[in-house]
């Protein structure tokens, strides 16, 4: 029912921007418009929605069918390894006249995580360190729904912009332990903008997002269930509350804000700053919303960007840094009976670091029927986590280079051939680790083989393929197929296949 | 009219980001902060403190399973600067006091459980009490979780409790009690009157049939007493042969069991149905000269009140047991479900901790499991010493494996 639900919004999103793809332009044209590398190049840009007027020259509207295998050996115990992912995927944008934009997009997504372990919570990357968490875990098959908008409109020097979304996400496993987890994902952006001197605009936005997760544990068999965890991060957790505690529930708002510059009309440089500042609590509702632990992450970031013309060349360059920092804080409890705890302290104990300074450029050529674009870069990153008590630390320094490659070759019956090969090698400049270890064999094996994992170096390249062409008289449509392959020099390597089918208009 | 307007928006825009970045960690809750804690270390009754000759203090933090270990220095106090948390407290120790004006040294102890911590300063007096000595027969080990079926269904049967003489005489368990608490270790309750620390409150009595010299027990040497003492291997083969126990539980229709070769130990009080999670504290009891069951169950009926609480009202309730005077007790040991567990149902004079198999409730991990007591080493005449400090978080290895399952 829940599919069909999510079908006619998807439909529902087609129809409405049908009559907008009815447009004379190309269909070359517009897809190698929008698959344009300076797009990329200048992303940072479009953090607010108000500059949405400029994002793209056509309106383009496409749905996607994707099928993604991906046999992964070498990750983090908590995020698992093996996934098979099926996705439907629509997305438009549509200038409604040369002051006024509207824009979507609706995804959803199918598909199982092999052997996860150590995390029975969803949107690991969001609420870690504080998983609940139990030495068996397994297969996690989740659903995911994504829809988004978004209007911008300009008014006089003025622009202004909002945008929405919404993403919900079901994980759910069929055997003992059940974990089923719903998490949802609610935000809005609003920006303004303002044209100064008809040569550079400044822009400001906005955001705001409410984070939900429901997290609820069963088990059928009748001989019993395994230890659960309130994780607290390097391998720590609360010892008090281990044991059955069936149900976690995570309440969070993010909010951010950041400014940009940029030339007006061609785009020729920009400059973004800006802040996020995540803050989530863990509740447990098996003892009236006891909260156990709450967490607080502020993002700041900046971007730069200068790009040349020289003939039929475009050269740029983009400087990039991101600086985070997530505090986990604890509660402390008393037990006043088996189902009744008092907090009676609270400690910060948990802190992750994360520095990162990108330098990428981009190189494009075109000729009659070919563009040609590099985008090098080169990246250094500093990761740090600490436990206070019982003290452990990592320490993580790497440094990472590759490039992005495109040729995109239209032929004369106007169809588009996309060929694109990304490569990248990390190396690590540093770590350095202690660890205090616990009285469970299983948590010090599993922070010993994800450390491994982090520090691995490894070089991983992807190819890709892409062919846009007309069916006659009926719709215009695309293949596309992509393979990536991750090598690792002590490690068993990572690698996925993806097929897509879709049409734009 | 419309530029002032987002003008304005503008403006509101930025605040509100500004805002939204700033600190909203205003708690006065810092928690890097330690409490400086000084235990006083009070008289046992009835008698006063000459000399403390040794003490130490165990302090488990139960949030983060931290252990401190703190010696006494003098001034019968110990003092030390210790993190906000929730405590178990073990004490151990060996006083010098007067009995009948002639000094004597003793050992005493003490548990405390859940014991909070916090503020910038703090005083916690510690009560200590004398602890009982055996060097008789102690319970060496209870096997009560029960084992999986090939099948994977649970099988209860084939509990058993070991029996052994640590003494270096022959021993007679003839007439001998043994008894199961009334009080649950995960159900704390505020019992009135509390006659803890005088005697035991006992649930289910069992004793060992025998007219004084029936069932001897040699130095070193075990029996086992079974729940059911037949070979449960016919019924599920991951489980044991139990047809050499010596004594078994009977209750009526349930242990009708046809050439049982075990004694069958005879229900004086309620009846023993021993819990598969272990929260039931057990016990050896040894009647003086003179007293009877008979007269047991009649003189020493213990009435009690308490207020249950339940979904968070409290009901008044009445209830009875079965008291069993501490100085009885040969041997005792409280069982518990670690992350459940809440106090001892014993006097810290006759078992000072706790042991345990099961982790949660419903604890998977538990089946083929028992709580065994730690060996000392072996005495002159080559039998194992086992050690017994009445301290069952000391003295047991909890959820090993039975010393029967030899298969």
């Known amino acids: 029912m829940k599919h069909f639900h999510f079908g006619l919004c998807l439909l529902s999103l087609l129809s409405t921007v049908w009559g907008y793809g009815q447009q004379s332009d190309s269909l070359a044209i517009k897809v190698k418009e929008n698959q344009d590398v300076i797009h990329h190049f200048e992303e940072p840009i479009y953090v607010n929605p108000s500059h949405y007027l400029d994002y793209r020259k056509y309106s383009l509207t496409s749905f996607e069918i994707a099928k993604q295998n991906s046999k992964n050996e070498t990750t983090l115990a908590q995020e698992g390894k093996n996934r098979d992912d099926l996705s439907f995927q629509a997305n438009a944008y549509h200038k409604l006249d040369k002051h006024s934009a509207v824009w979507g997009s609706a995804t959803y997504q199918q598909g199982k995580r092999r052997d996860v372990m150590w995390n029975e919570s969803a949107d690991y990357h969001l609420i870690f360190p504080y998983v609940v968490a139990d030495s068996v875990g397994g297969d996690i098959k989740y659903e995911d729904y994504h829809i988004a908008g978004g209007y911008a409109q300009r008014l006089g020097k003025y622009n202004i912009g909002i945008s929405g979304f919404y993403k919900a996400k079901m994980e759910y496993r069929n055997i003992d332990p059940r974990p089923k987890n719903l998490s949802a994902r609610l935000g809005g952006n609003i920006g303004v903008s303002r044209v100064f001197k008809e040569f550079f605009t400044i822009g400001v936005n906005t955001s705001i997002e409410k984070y939900t997760q429901k997290h609820k544990m069963d088990f059928y068999s009748p001989t019993g269930f395994p230890v659960i965890y309130e994780m607290s991060g390097m391998g720590n957790f609360n010892n008090l509350l281990k044991g059955k505690r069936r149900e976690a529930y995570y309440d969070g708002w993010r909010y951010g804000t950041s400014l940009q510059v940029y030339d007006t009309y061609q785009k020729k440089w920009f400059a973004t700053v800006g802040m996020n500042i995540f803050s989530f609590e863990k509740l447990l509702p098996d003892f009236y919303d006891l909260q156990v632990s709450k967490v607080k992450e502020v993002e700041h970031f900046f971007s730069v960007g200068k790009l040349f013309d020289v003939q039929a060349t475009q050269l740029g360059v983009r400087l990039d840094g991101n600086m985070k920092t997530r505090k986990g804080t604890e509660n402390l409890f008393v037990n006043v009976s088996a189902t009744n705890y008092l907090k009676i302290g609270q400690e910060e104990q948990y802190k992750y670091e994360n520095k990162s300074l990108r330098l990428s450029g981009v190189f494009k050529y075109g000729t009659l029927n070919s563009v040609y674009s590099i985008l090098p870069y080169i990246g250094i990153t500093q990761e740090v986590e600490r436990y206070k008590k019982p003290y452990s630390k990592t320490d993580i320094q790497y440094t990472y280079m590759g490039a992005d490659l495109q040729w995109m070759y239209t032929f004369k019956d106007r169809s588009l051939l996309t060929v694109a090969s990304n490569w990248k090698v990390r190396q690590t400049a540093k770590e350095k680790a202690t660890f205090n270890y616990g009285n469970s064999n299983a948590i010090n094996q599993m922070l010993l083989d994800n450390y491994a994992v982090q520090i691995a170096e490894y070089w991983e390249g992807s190819f890709k393929v892409r062919y846009d062409f007309a069916l006659p008289k009926v719709i215009d449509v695309f293949v596309g197929g992509e393979y990536y392959f991750q090598n690792y020099k002590q490690f068993q390597n990572n690698s996925s296949v993806m097929m897509s089918l879709g049409i734009t208009f | ?407």
Not at chain 2, 331 to 359: F, H, K, R
Request: hydrophobic fraction near 35%.
């Open chain 2, 1 to 407: 009219m419309i530029k002032r307007l987002l003008q304005s928006l503008c403006l509101l825009l930025v605040v509100l980001g500004f805002n939204a970045c700033s600190s909203d960690d205003n708690s006065n809750m810092t928690g890097d902060e330690q409490t400086f804690v000084t235990f006083w270390i009070n008289d046992p009754q009835d008698a006063k403190i000459e000399e403390i000759k040794q003490m130490t203090i165990y302090l488990t933090e139960l949030n983060s399973n931290k252990k401190t270990e703190l010696v006494y220095e003098g001034d019968k106090k110990i003092q030390k600067a210790l993190p906000t948390g929730t405590y178990d407290i073990t004490v151990e120790g060996v006083i010098t006091h007067k009995v009948n004006g002639v000094v004597e040294e003793s050992k005493v102890g003490n548990f405390i459980k859940g014991v909070v911590i916090s503020g910038r300063e703090m005083t916690k007096a510690i009560d200590i009490v004398f602890k009982t000595s055996s060097t008789g027969f102690v319970i060496e080990e209870v096997f009560f979780a029960g084992t999986k079926t090939p099948q994977g269904l649970q099988y209860t049967d084939d509990q058993y409790f070991k029996i052994t003489n640590n003494s270096d005489e022959v021993l007679y368990l003839d007439g001998m009690l043994f008894v199961q608490s009334k009080f649950m270790t995960n159900d704390k309750q505020d019992y009135t009157p509390n006659i803890m620390s005088e005697a035991l409150s006992a649930g289910a009595i069992l004793q060992f049939p025998g007219k004084g010299k029936d069932h001897p027990v040699e130095p070193g040497k075990s029996v086992i007493f079974a729940e059911n003492a037949i070979n449960h291997r016919e019924f599920n083969s991951n489980s044991i042969d139990l047809t050499n126990a010596e004594f078994q539980n009977f209750r009526d229709g349930v242990h009708d069991v046809v050439g049982l070769k075990a004694a069958k130990m005879i229900t004086i009080h309620d009846e023993l149905v021993v819990n598969i999670q272990g929260s039931y504290a057990y016990a050896l009891v040894k009647m003086p000269e003179g007293m009877t069951t008979e007269k047991l169950v009649v003189d020493n009926i213990y009435d009690y009140e308490y207020e249950m609480i339940f979904g968070g009202e409290a009901y008044p309730s009445v209830d009875s047991a079965i008291k069993i005077p501490n100085s009885w007790i040969v041997d005792a040991v409280n069982l518990g479900i670690a992350d459940e567990y809440m106090w001892n149902v014993t006097s810290p004079s006759v078992d000072m901790g706790y042991t345990y198999i099961t982790q949660h409730v419903g604890d998977e991990g538990r089946y083929g499991k028992a709580v065994r007591r730690h060996v000392l080493g072996k005495n002159a005449a080559g039998n194992n010493v086992l050690k017994d400090t009445n301290n069952s978080t000391v003295d047991f290895a909890p959820a090993v494996r039975p010393s029967l399952f030899k298969y």
